[in-house]
């Protein structure tokens, strides 16, 4: 995707206040639903922008909402419009732009999953329809999303000599980050002897492996690069999108546990590094979408930050707090911060970029890179400063 | 595992899954689908050849050997029939396919099960439904 580099800005990020949430709805309240949540984010996001709705052309709507009704409920009319998840929304508003199909793009997502009590596990576990993986083994007992990637990290632990008690400065670090946050959800610090005394849901992976489930709302506004500038002093510049699919095997887990999706990081990592002119030493914050602490590891040794089979060693060692070489998921992420399915990581990464994050800022920091890997699509933005 | 009272989870039961769960419980023993143009080996069941694109295809026995890719052991209950602590694994097929089951006898982490040899036994489900788990071989 070279043709995306450096096309558009995010010129305003938006989001629900959902620790209050969080509250409101563990007292038995229903603040609002998936639309009122999108709703308030993109109030957020147009004023963060500076900019009114009716400047609005383009229109990308999160997984958990229709978007005809998304769109009548924010009153928008646009000349483009689509359905994504966090990091593909990123994508095709990119690419909207890039064709000219519109040149300032709201992005929306909402979701009341806590206070409607979606299961993420069990015969009925959201996203069976979409992937068949989720509900297929459930003869065997297996439907958690919790135990595919306890599947994987235990295999990779093995052949990777990564130890459980490696992988728990996955978590103290982003409560580090989370404890700084005053917009995160869990805000105590733990230590490593913590994890470990946490109980397993699915050994090998413990309680503080797994993400929080809560309501909220998130919306980012995107423009073209030059529109951007002049419409933001604060626009934080989409250096290159990258994107690679392994679908073969996806069902019976085969690309995650042979290769642990290295395969489709490693082809991701060259096109966004290659079309940006970077290496993984130029990025000075890491975004990893973190529905399992499992995903931080794997990005590591799979967009060479490490090499393969060094990840145990590099967190230990080099770090990945706020004080450490690759500080990631400074926000606390999906496990500290808010579940908001990518779409938190993305507001982390503009913050960081403007220097906006007060106690949990990484100094100078110029660019940042956001990742995911969920179901078998690795797909990767740059942002820069 | 433990003792099965309740009913066998769902299972999905698309266009093409009958032929694996009725001669599982018809013969005793596994039969996935094989491509008759290039022999490449199927699963979960579907309509064409992720190799080659075939539509034709039969449904063969497969040896039952496999190699045990990477279990756990859920400590939290999700489905009746699955009482807590219970293991699950992935497993490849000698013929190529990975699949997902339970060893019959719960693992220990100092077997060193990954890596491992295991052969298929199908075990009666409490209502009847035949269920392919696994054993170590070696």
Redesign the interface.
């Known amino acids: 995707m070279k043709s995306l580099k450096r096309v558009a800005s995010v010129i305003g990020v938006g989001h629900t206040d959902w620790v209050s949430d969080w509250h409101r709805v563990r007292a038995g309240e229903r603040p609002d639903d998936c639309y009122g949540y999108a709703a308030g984010a993109l109030r957020n996001a147009l004023a963060d922008a500076g900019i009114g709705k009716e400047q609005v052309n383009g229109l990308i709507v999160g997984p958990t909402t229709a978007y005809e009704r998304m769109a009548e409920v924010v009153g928008l009319n646009v000349r483009w419009g689509d359905q994504a998840d966090a990091v593909l929304s990123v994508v095709q508003a990119c690419m909207a732009i890039e064709s000219g199909a519109a040149d300032v793009v709201a992005l929306v997502y909402g979701n009341d999953q806590r206070s409607v009590g979606t299961q993420y596990g069990g015969p009925q576990a959201m996203g069976g329809d979409q992937f068949l993986s989720y509900v297929y083994h459930a003869p065997w007992g297996l439907t958690s999303q919790g135990a595919l990637y306890a599947l994987m990290f235990r295999r990779f632990c093995e052949l990777h000599g990564v130890s459980e008690r490696d992988l728990g400065h996955v978590a103290v670090a982003q409560r580090e980050g989370s404890s700084r946050n005053p917009n995160a959800i869990q805000r105590k610090p733990i230590s490593l002897d913590d994890y470990m005394a946490a109980p397993y849901i699915t050994e090998p992976l413990r309680l503080f492996d797994y993400c929080l489930i809560n309501d909220g709302g998130v919306a980012l506004i995107i423009a073209e690069a030059g529109l951007a500038r002049k419409l933001s002093p604060r626009a934080v510049s989409i250096e290159a999108v990258g994107r690679f699919d392994l679908n073969q095997g996806a069902t019976s887990l085969e690309p995650r546990l042979t290769d642990f999706y290295r395969p489709a990081q490693q082809a991701v990592a060259e096109q966004i590094f290659g079309a940006s002119g970077l290496d993984p030493s130029d990025i000075d914050v890491l975004q990893v979408y973190d529905s399992f602490s499992v995903h931080v590891p794997l990005a590591l040794e799979g967009y060479g930050y490490c090499g393969i089979g060094e990840s145990g060693r590099f967190m230990r060692e080099k770090g990945i707090g706020l004080g450490g070489l690759l500080p990631t998921n400074t926000s606390g992420g999906h496990l500290s911060e808010s579940y908001m399915q990518g779409w938190n990581h993305q507001i982390e990464c503009v913050r960081q970029a403007r220097g906006e994050c007060g106690d949990r800022q990484i100094e100078n920091c110029r660019r940042v890179h956001y990742t995911s890997d969920v179901a078998g699509k690795a797909v990767s933005i740059i942002y820069g400063a | 595992m433990p003792t099965q009272t309740a009913a ?5 039961l698309g266009l093409y899954d009958e032929p694996f769960w009725r001669h599982m419980k018809d013969d005793g023993r596994m039969h996935l689908q094989c491509c008759r143009d290039c022999g490449a080996w199927r ?2 069941p579907g309509p064409a050849c ?1 190799a080659c694109l075939s539509p034709a295809s039969d449904w063969k026995p497969v040896s039952g050997g496999g190699e045990l ?8 209950q ?2 009746p ?2 009482p807590a ?2 293991n ?1 694994i ?1 497993v490849r097929l000698d013929e190529g ?6 060893l019959i006898e719960d693992p220990e982490p100092d077997q ?1 099960p ?1 890596g491992r040899r295991v052969r298929l036994k199908v075990v009666a489900m409490a209502d009847g ?1 035949a ?1 392919p ?1 696994f054993e170590f071989a070696d």
């Open positions: 066998t989870p769902p299972r999905v699963y979960p992720h890719l990477s279990w756990v052991t859920f400590h939290k999700y489905l029939a699955y602590p219970y699950v992935a396919p990975t699949l997902i089951s339970n060193r990954i439904v269920l788990r």
